[in-house]
């Protein structure tokens, strides 16, 4: 994407078939550039001058958390030395950039954005039947941790038969997630939706009482980076509890924290958070403060103008975190 910025222009690229659209215009002020493997591919163009402007990377997750090949490194390193400015959008991630060669100087952190006007903050509260609607939202793969919630879930039906968790996402463990259902007995407790556009997902998290984010790490070296959809359950007002793990410390307040991988923790923290709904309205709350202090699209895009500036003049940009 091409734009005109005040009295410069910068283009914006996020994935191949964008950087195969740049032939018709090669000379820009700045070249913004999503996920690194992106970013080794455009340093090369500008190096051999089919390109000019100075360059931007922005790392978001798997560019950074699978192994890299020695090979990979050095065409990392390569690009960061080509590079005006890389960043990530959690500290942990920013910590795993620097570990495959980007110096300090040149890294920053700016979260991912969320444009809060799309998400109505609702207050919860228990209906007169007792039902409680949890709610995830992710691929069902391994690392989302489907698995530990459907333990957890299995130990707080015992005393909450009233519980129903649904689970929007598709993916290769759905097999395997479908048979653990049915040996924890919990086939009346939990539904997987499969995928669901994304109005249907706001629609869900308007009706459910408390989201879940129970990731996990494998060792396959996926993680999460940052839990988007965490954000977007806080938006909307929801009490989340989410993993320890990866950079969701950054997206959730440290009291919706719980130990990674331990279902018996999540179920006990669970249960004592269903056994008072009156704490749900202050807690979705303090989720949706969280987010607009940290996530607000708007300030966000003020936050990369800035950078931008910086850059265009020639200013050393140091290290910097999202406020705190």
Wanted: aromatic fraction near 6%; glycine fraction near 8%.
């Amino acid at each position: 994407m091409s734009l005109a910025l005040g009295d410069w222009r910068a283009l914006i690229l996020r994935d191949f078939a964008l950087a195969e659209a740049t032939p018709y215009e090669t000379e820009f002020d700045l070249i913004h550039v999503h996920y690194g493997v992106l970013g080794v591919r455009i340093a090369t163009l500008i190096e051999a001058g089919l390109l000019r402007g100075r360059l931007v990377v922005s790392f978001h997750g798997h560019d950074a958390t699978r192994p890299a090949s020695p090979r990979k490194r050095r065409r990392f390193q390569w690009m960061f030395e080509r590079a005006s400015l890389v960043s990530a959008p959690t500290r942990f991630l920013s910590e795993l950039v620097e570990g495959l060669g980007c110096p300090t100087e040149k890294l920053v952190v700016v979260p991912s954005g969320v444009d809060l006007t799309r998400f109505c903050h609702r207050e919860r509260q228990a209906r007169p039947d007792g039902l409680v609607r949890l709610l995830s939202v992710g691929r069902l793969v391994e690392q989302k941790g489907h698995a530990v919630a459907f333990e957890a879930l299995a130990r707080v039906v015992e005393r909450r038969p009233d519980v129903r968790y649904a689970i929007v996402g598709e993916g290769p463990e759905r097999a395997r997630l479908e048979a653990l259902i049915e040996r924890l007995g919990l086939q009346e407790h939990v539904q997987l939706l499969g995928r669901r556009t994304h109005d249907e997902v706001l629609a869900l998290m308007s009706e459910a009482h408390v989201f879940l984010q129970p990731s996990i790490h494998i060792r396959a070296g996926n993680r999460e980076v940052l839990g988007v959809a965490a954000l977007e359950a806080q938006a909307c007002g929801l009490p989340v509890l989410a993993s320890d793990v990866g950079g969701l410390p950054e997206a959730v307040p440290p009291e919706a924290l719980v130990p990674t991988g331990d279902a018996g923790a999540l179920a006990e923290r669970l249960a004592a958070l269903l056994a008072e709904p009156s704490a749900w309205r202050e807690l979705g709350r303090a989720g949706r403060s969280w987010v607009e202090r940290r996530f607000d699209q708007r300030v966000i895009v003020s936050r990369w103008l800035d950078l931008y500036r910086e850059v265009l003049r020639g200013d050393r940009v140091a290290a910097r975190e999202p406020p705190r």
